[in-house]
């Protein structure tokens, strides 16, 4: 037996006897790292096909609620929180009324054991140790998918990122889950006191050189406009913007090599870039569908199958746009209950940076304020590349997104 197949057993051992006992947070931490890792994709070679991780961590999690909810009788949601169960309600109607049910409601299906599993672990994660350590879950999981990417392009000079991505999602979708990894870990680095913070700073350049391999030019822009954010927020704003300056003058150009320049500079040519025209298309094609479509839409990702039929430049082309991909499946009260998510998610961070900053307190306190401050920096920084990366991508059931929310909002509520 192979040693990934043992560390999978035994994890998913773990995560389930933590939910049957009645300690959620472990079952949540496991589902999590499986969500995240997606160790069938990591190595195929060496776990069984088929074998779906994350499910039986789920489901202890489930059992957990049961038995802990006699303790807590008192839980209840916060209205980000809310706002994301009032989306899935939507989506549920639109998939009803959808013009192919049977697509919609496998889509449908996806997003419900997502925002599903954001509700448990809402419910489970109620001190700011769980929260930091599922925070540094994150980090150190697509740290780890980052080091088998340069792993695979140093030793065995294989991009496979490039042409086949990673985790079910295309390169782009690859990369910009690359781009959000690196605020996250930036911001571990300046909460930790101790040695453990020069890990998470050297994760940052193997994150960064893992997306540049993807050759998405949305990751890169997505990380850019993050890393701004990443300056403004950090406590060394002004040494971090000169470093920033200077890396990007001497060690950038070495760093990225002439494909990824060329590949990076064409955004200034989009007018002659098949790439952005055929984006250009499939966006009014999606609003096209949304006048025709207002209320209900065209159903849970039935889009791409109309999309050539308003206008797009192929048969089954996706929007590329989350938003406008949100529009033409679920009507605008599906866009209007996505955009509450995300202004639940900015007012929610808003009020914890600022609740963040208590004066007179202990050293305990300081160092929980400290980690609560961190997670909702990078949680905000991370959410500024998924939000610009969300302009060329659809990312419905892109999981990170929901777990860097869940972050962001539970840092407020702590």
């Known amino acids: 037996m192979n040693k990934q197949l043992i560390f999978m057993i035994l994890m998913t051992t ?102 599903l599993m954001y509700v448990v672990a809402a419910y489970f994660i109620q001190s700011t140790r769980q929260l930091w350590h599922l925070y540094i879950l994150g980090i150190c999981c697509l740290g780890f998918i980052a080091y088998e990417v340069n792993f695979q392009y140093f030793v065995h000079r294989n991009m496979s990122i490039q042409r086949n991505g990673f985790g079910g999602y295309d390169n782009n979708g690859a990369g910009l889950m690359l781009a959000m990894g690196v605020p996250l870990a930036f911001f571990a680095f300046e909460a930790t006191r101790n040695w453990v913070r020069w890990f998470y700073l050297a994760l940052m350049p193997i994150l960064g050189h893992a997306m540049l391999l993807t050759f998405s030019r949305g990751a890169m822009v997505s990380l850019i406009v993050a890393w701004l954010v990443v300056i403004i927020r950090s406590r060394y704003r002004f040494s971090l913007a000169a470093l920033t300056v200077l890396f990007c003058v001497t060690a950038l150009p070495i760093v990225a090599g002439k494909e990824i320049q060329e590949r990076f500079f064409t955004i200034s040519k989009s007018e002659v870039d098949e790439s952005a025209n055929s ?97 909702i920096g990078g949680s905000q920084a991370s959410m500024i590349a998924f939000s610009i990366g969300a302009i060329f991508l659809s990312l419905e059931t892109f999981e ?12 407020q509520i702590l």
Not at 305 to 310: A, D, T
Not at 321 to 340: C, E, I, K, M, R
Not at 400 to 411: N, R, S
Request: charged share 10%.
């Open 14 to 115: 773990y995560g389930v006897l933590g939910g049957l006992l009645g300690h959620g947070y472990v079952a949540v931490w496991v589902y999590y790292m499986f969500a995240l890792l997606r160790p069938q994709f990591l190595w195929p070679w060496a776990l069984p096909l088929g074998t779906t991780w994350s499910l039986y961590p789920a489901l202890a999690s489930l059992v957990a609620i049961g038995v802990t909810r006699v303790r807590r009788p008192g839980f209840v949601f916060h209205w980000p929180h809310l706002c994301m169960v009032f989306f899935l309600l939507w989506m549920w109607i639109s998939a009803i009324n959808a013009q192919n049910r049977d697509t919609a409601f496998i889509w449908l299906w996806e997003s419900f054991k997502l925002i």
């Open 279 to 375: 984006r250009r298309m499939s966006w009014a094609a999606a609003w096209k569908m949304s006048l025709d479509y207002p209320l209900f839409g065209v159903g849970v990702r039935n889009s791409n199958l109309f999309s050539y039929s308003y206008g797009a430049d192929m048969p089954g082309r996706t929007i590329h746009n989350q938003y406008l991909q949100v529009l033409a499946d679920t009507g605008f009260p599906g866009l209007f209950f996505y955009s509450l998510i995300l202004l639940g998610f900015w007012i929610s961070t808003s009020w914890g940076t600022w609740a963040s900053y208590e004066p007179g307190v202990d050293e305990e306190t300081a160092e929980q304020l400290s980690q609560l401050r961190a997670i």
């Open 400 to 411: 990170l997104t929901y777990f860097v929310i869940l972050l962001g909002v539970q840092g």
